[in-house]
């Protein structure tokens, strides 16, 4: 009789432990999988696409392979030949402030093509709560035409060659001074 309460209490263990385990494969299973599954004609493209029929100075820019554009962020990644203290130093040595009143955040997203050059410019506009907001025009073109002139770029490598890759410049701005330039 004492065996019998062993041998149940064991399995009533094992059943609980294996129940338990195969719960939580299915939920991650469904969390990695099938949470987010995505109407693929709804939305072709991934968040960080740029329409090419959309964005300023794609004239005449060319990317690489258009189906495999890298995020920035690689281990060799994307980035201004001259370094992050050449990029703000360029910037802010350039940047008037011409009494604008302007606050939030003025981002600029484009790709950086296999040969380090950059084109397919968007730009979106967002108030320091990051809600969009239009800035002054001429602050916009300001920076726009600054950030253009950024030409020289080292084009992320990653799987044992030069890719094309999507990168951006945000700009934090109040009371029409950049107070930090992002990435």
Known sequence: MKNKKIVKAVLY???TILLVAVGYVCYMYF???????????KY???VEYI???KA?????????NEKFIVQYYNPERARYSKGKNGLRQFILSNYKNKNYSDSGYLNFRFIINC?????RYIIH???LNLNPKKFNKDLVGQLFNLTTKLKKWNPNFTQNEFR???????YRIENGEIIEILP
């Open 44 to 46: 072709p493209h991934t």
């Open 13 to 15: 263990g094992f059943s």
């Open 164 to 170: 094309d890759s999507y990168m951006y410049i945000s």
């Open 51 to 53: 329409n090419p029929d």
């Open 56 to 64: 300023f100075l794609n004239t005449g820019f060319k990317v690489c």
């Open 115 to 119: 040969n380090g050059e950059a084109g």
């Open 31 to 41: 969390f990695i999988y099938n949470k987010h599954e995505v109407d693929k004609k």
């Open 125 to 127: 506009e967002n108030d």
